[in-house]
């Protein structure tokens, strides 16, 4: 069961972080409906791989290296893709970074950093894509947000940033609807990635060894697992094809939403055991 392979057929992509974790699963979905891709990144060594997945699927893919933070890197990037590939029809601004510090020790470097990644990043390559969408009147953004429903103790940089893409989000969709853009968010759960790993590395601080949390964050977020209604780890792909739903079609009169894929996480279990009844999947 899937999508129609012609969901997004002659569509040109761009995913910011496209080459690890989900943002190389959205790449990977989007590429499997058709459309081609750009993914683009600081590190060729995440890029150059994750292209040449994603070109067993049948899909062209470009590699741009740059960084979100950069103004003209961003508008750099448009532009490659509309040489590559004549168009872009959209963005998914998925590159982001952060680290675990108590607010009370954030220095200014470290909230400076992770709010030009996350916010000014994805306003920057928004803004960037924009005149090609409005001149195509069509184009679809997608923002990936996290902690968008409490408040996200050691991560004050990244929950600001992303509380600032949610309405951005909002506000992009009311002014660009009327030229064809649309833009929605995606909240994901706990996927494991290489940078929740690293996110959860217990008791860690800037300056601790930089482990990536080991088997110990594996066996956290394994354990997180069943901390959802539906009673699964979600995976990039889980990611992916909610990104490629809010950019097809079947989802043109969607604008300025915030979608949870998330197993249904954030609405906790009421401590029932994962093997009750009521917790284990239909049909098990
Ligand atoms: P990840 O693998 O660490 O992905 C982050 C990506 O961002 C990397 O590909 C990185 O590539 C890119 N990036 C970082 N700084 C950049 C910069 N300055 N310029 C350009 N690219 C940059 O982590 P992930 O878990 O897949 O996270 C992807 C997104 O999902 C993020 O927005 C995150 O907040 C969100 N999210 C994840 C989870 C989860 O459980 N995994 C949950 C909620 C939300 P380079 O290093 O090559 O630049």
């Not at 994901?188 to 690293?198: A, E, F, H, I, N």
């Amino acid at each position: 069961m899937g999508f129609d392979p012609s969901t997004l057929e002659g569509q040109v992509a761009i995913v910011t972080g496209g080459g690890t974790g989900i943002g190389r699963g959205i790449a990977l979905e989007m590429a499997r409906v058709g459309a081609k891709i750009v993914i683009a990144s600081r590190s060729v060594e995440h890029l150059e791989p994750a292209a040449k997945e994603i070109r067993q699927t049948g899909a062209p893919c470009k590699v741009v290296q740059m960084d979100v933070r950069d103004w003209d890197a961003c508008h750099r990037m448009a532009q490659e893709a509309v040489n590559a590939f004549g168009r872009v029809d959209i963005l998914v601004n998925n590159a982001a970074g952060n680290f675990r510090v108590p607010a009370e020790e954030l220095t200014q470097n470290g909230w400076q950093s992770v709010i030009g990644i996350d916010l000014n990043g994805t306003w920057n390559c928004s803004r960037a894509v924009f005149p090609v969408m409005k001149q195509q009147q069509h184009g679809n953004i997608v923002n990936i947000l996290a902690f968008t429903d409490r408040g996200a103790p050691s991560m004050v940089h990244a929950a600001s940033a992303k509380g600032g893409i949610l309405t951005m989000t909002m506000t992009l969709a009311a002014e660009w609807g009327p030229y064809g853009i649309r833009v929605n968010a995606i909240t994901p759960g706990r996927v494991p990635t290489l940078g929740t790993q690293r996110n959860l590395r217990l008791g860690l601080r800037r300056g601790e060894e930089d482990d990536l949390g080991g088997e110990e964050g594996v066996a956290q977020m394994q354990g997180t697992a069943d901390d959802s209604p539906v009673g699964r780890t979600g995976s990039p792909a889980d990611i992916g094809n909610a990104a490629v739903f809010l950019c097809s079609d079947l989802a043109s009169w969607i604008t300025g939403v915030h979608l949870h894929v998330d197993g249904g996480r954030r609405l906790g279990t009421g401590g029932l055991p994962a093997d009750t009844p009521l917790r284990r999947p239909a049909g098990s």
